[in-house]
C-alpha cells in the first residue's frame, strides 16, 4: 500500500537471539518511523529516521538500533530479542518534510520471543 | 511527557446509532491532531486538525478540534458495521520530525 512495505511479516524467535526487521519505501520519502503495538499502549515509537545515517530515538527505544544506509531502507534490529519485545512491529512514513500530514503504516510484522 | 487519552476504551452500538469518541491531549509544542482508523492491519490515515473550531468532514465522519480545552472529538453518523474498528488519535509536535504520540485507541464494534 502507497510504495511501503514490510518483511517479514510473521516471526518467532529465541530469547537472545538477533532479529533485524525491514522497512521498504518506494516513494523517495526522507522521514520513516518505526512504531510498536501492544494491547493497551496504542502505538510506542521506537526511533525514527529524517534522511540517510540520520536516526534517533523515540520513547522506547532500549534494546533497539537501527539503521538507514539507503533512502528506500530502514531496519530495525533487536540487538537479543526479549519475551517483552513480542509485539506488532509497524513501519511508518511521513510524506511532509517533517510536517505530519498524516502516516502512511507498513502492514506490519507480528514478532513473538519465546 | 507528551500524553494522549482517549475515552472510552471500547464502545458497543447497533447500526444506525450515532456515536462521538474522545481524545484529549498533552503535547508540548502542539501542531496538530490526527484521527486513524484501523481495522485488521495497520491505522489508515483520516484527519488532520490544526485550527479549533473547523470541523472536518468526510462522508459520515467529522471531526473537531479546541485548542483551548485540549481535546477534540470523532462523531460517526448512521454507524455501519464496517466502522468497527479501533480507532486511535495522535498529536503531532512542531518538532521538524514528524513525531506522533498516539492514544491507546477506542475499540469501536458496531452490531447489526
Known amino acids: 500500500d502507497a510504495g511501503i512495505t514490510q518483511s517479514p511479516r510473521h516471526k518467532v524467535t529465541e530469547t537472545g537471539t538477533p532479529v533485524t526487521l525491514r522497512c521498504h519505501q518506494t516513494?523517495?520519502?526522507?522521514?520513516m518511523y518505526w512504531y510498536r503495538q501492544d494491547p493497551g499502549h496504542g502505538l510506542r515509537l521506537i526511533h525514527y529516521s529524517y534522511g540517510v545515517k540520520d536516526t534517533d530515538k523515540g520513547e522506547v527505544s532500549d534494546g533497539y538500533s537501527v539503521s538507514r544506509s539507503k533512502t528506500e531502507d530502514f531496519l530495525l534490529t533487536l540487538e537479543s530479542a526479549t519475551s517483552s519485545q513480542t509485539s506488532v512491529y509497524f513501519c511508518?512514513?511521513?510524506?511532509?518534510?517533517?510536517?505530519?500530514?498524516?502516516?502512511?503504516f507498513g502492514s506490519g510484522t507480528r514478532l513473538t520471543v519465546v | 511527557e507528551d500524553k494522549v487519552v482517549q475515552s472510552p476504551l471500547s464502545l458497543v452500538v447497533h447500526e444506525g446509532d450515532t456515536v462521538t469518541l474522545n481524545c484529549s491531549y498533552e503535547?508540548?509544542?502542539?501542531?496538530?491532531l490526527l484521527w486513524y482508523k484501523q481495522e485488521k492491519k495497520a491505522p489508515t490515515f483520516l484527519f488532520m486538525l490544526?485550527?479549533?473550531?473547523i470541523e472536518k468532514k468526510s462522508g459520515r465522519l467529522s471531526s473537531i478540534l479546541d485548542k483551548k480545552e485540549l481535546f477534540s472529538i470523532l462523531n460517526i453518523t448512521a454507524t455501519q458495521t464496517g466502522d468497527s474498528a479501533i480507532y486511535l488519535c495522535?498529536?503531532?509536535?512542531?518538532?521538524?520530525?514528524?513525531?506522533?504520540?498516539f492514544g491507546d485507541g477506542t475499540t469501536l464494534t458496531v452490531k447489526p
Open positions: 503535547v508540548t509544542n502542539f501542531r496538530s
Open positions: 495522535a498529536g503531532d509536535t512542531n518538532t521538524n520530525a514528524g513525531k506522533s504520540t
Open positions: 490544526t485550527s479549533s473550531g
Open positions: 511508518a512514513i511521513s510524506k511532509g518534510q517533517g510536517y505530519n500530514y498524516g502516516y502512511t
Open positions: 516513494e523517495n520519502h526522507r522521514y
